[in-house]
């Protein structure tokens, strides 16, 4: 099915999580609050297969089995928008954005040929999908795809870091595993498990904790303030004061 797309700067996918490189996110420690969140799909899902060759499989006990993605991310939510997101929508940082965000609205975390739904705008988005917008995906295959195939090749490269990072936490902390299977789609239960970015540290050898620390100390006691404890914002918010108290330890 041919498709056509043309972003309209409206600024609602400037809104909430967003995925970033480890890289990104060693960069961005002074501007968002970082968490490596764990997004576990049910064996079956159409992204299983692409989602377990970028991160692992996890046998969740009871035949159920996942594969996980642990990504850097900027930790903010729902309706919060990037802290780069100017007052007219449009993005501060255009020439030097995560390759999340340049990719959009592709996603190499899912098969080329499975990528139809992702050019169908959210309820609240504004993207030009009309004939008159330009033609970007036809018989499967995407035909600007500089941008997507960056994005999979940054993805494949830490992939082997973040999957002994996985493996370790796994095999060392069991609360994770049962944390995982709270989580875990076949149960009923959809979402993700954040963890401190501070855990991946240990191995990122050129990274000097401290310094990471002073980053993003800031970033988090700011985001604190500015969020609620209850609702939709309510794990944002625990998350924030939880990680503190680590990055405050660190910085001592």
């Known amino acids: 099915m041919d498709r056509h797309f043309q972003c309209t700067l409206c600024g609602r996918c400037c809104y909430g999580m967003l995925p970033l ?11 968002v609050p970082l968490a ?29 089995t996942v594969a996980v993605l642990v990504s850097p991310m900027a930790y903010l939510p729902p309706a919060m928008p990037c802290p780069d997101l100017t007052a ?20 190499p975390r899912r098969r080329e040929d499975d990528q139809s739904d ?18 970007v995906y036809e018989d499967g295959h995407i035909l600007n795809r500089m941008a997507f195939d960056a994005e999979k090749a940054a993805l494949q490269a830490q992939a082997p870091l973040l999957r002994a990072y996985a493996e370790s936490r796994l095999r060392l902390s069991p609360n994770v595993l049962q944390d995982l ?47 609620r404890s ?9 998350y924030y004061r939880e990680v503190l108290e680590t990055v405050r330890a660190d910085r001592r």
């Not at 490189?21 to 501007?31: F, I, Q, S």
């Not at 007219?88 to 996603?107: G, T």
């Not at 992702?118 to 330009?134: E, G, H, K, Q, Y």
């Not at 209850?230 to 625990?238: A, K, L, Q, V």
């Open 88 to 107: 007219d929508n449009r993005c501060a940082v255009h020439e030097v954005k995560p390759v999340r965000c340049r990719a959009m609205p592709f996603d």
């Open 21 to 31: 490189t480890v890289e990104e996110a060693l960069e961005r420690a002074g501007r």
């Open 118 to 135: 992702s050019l169908t705008p959210r309820p609240d988005w504004i993207c030009d999908v009309s004939a008159a917008a330009p033609l």
């Open 230 to 238: 209850t609702g939709p914002e309510g794990p944002f918010h625990r």
């Open 36 to 64: 490596l969140v764990w997004m576990p799909v049910p064996k079956g899902a159409r992204t299983f297969e692409t989602v377990r060759r970028l991160g692992l499989e996890v046998s969740l006990g009871r035949h159920r």
């Open 181 to 227: 299977k709270r989580v875990d789609p076949r149960r009923g239960v959809t979402g993700t498990l954040a963890l401190s970015f501070t855990t991946l540290l240990p191995r990122l050898p050129d990274v000097d904790p401290t310094a990471f620390a002073d980053a993003q100390a800031p970033v988090l006691e700011a985001n604190l303030a500015r969020t």
